[in-house]
């Protein structure tokens, strides 16, 4: 009932900057918590991002300072704008969110995922 999807993935050079978008669609009333996570080959999915519906955010240790969520809440999208990127930020990015369905229901629904790939 509920499709995310997101963009905006690529090959950059450590120390350059790309933005990751992702839009949620279908029956939707509201959308609480939205997140970005990150998995690596050979290694667990970590959270990197999240963002409340009112904008309060919070960042992993690895990421702060460096990168930004933020979300547009009227297009059911969030955003996370990666600096200073290094090569350990290669990864397969996926997004998250709490969903309030028009039907009642509160379902966690995720992203298939963009791949980031830093390397000179």
């Known amino acids: 009932q509920v499709q995310l999807v997101e963009s905006g993935g690529g090959l950059v050079q450590p120390g350059g900057s790309l933005r990751l978008s992702c839009a949620a669609s279908g029956s939707i009333v509201s959308i609480n918590d939205m997140r970005w996570y990150r998995q690596a080959p050979g290694k667990e999915r970590e959270l990197v991002a999240d963002i409340t519906s009112y904008g309060s955010t919070n960042y992993a240790d690895s990421v702060k300072g460096r990168f930004t969520i933020s979300r547009v809440n009227a297009e059911n999208t969030v955003y996370l704008q990666m600096n200073s990127l290094k090569p350990e930020d290669t990864a397969v990015y996926y997004c998250?969110?709490?969903?309030?369905?028009?039907?009642?229901?509160?379902?966690?629904?995720w992203g298939h995922g963009t791949l980031v790939t830093v390397s000179s």
């Open positions: 998250n969110a709490d969903v309030r369905l028009v039907s009642r229901a509160y379902v966690a629904s």
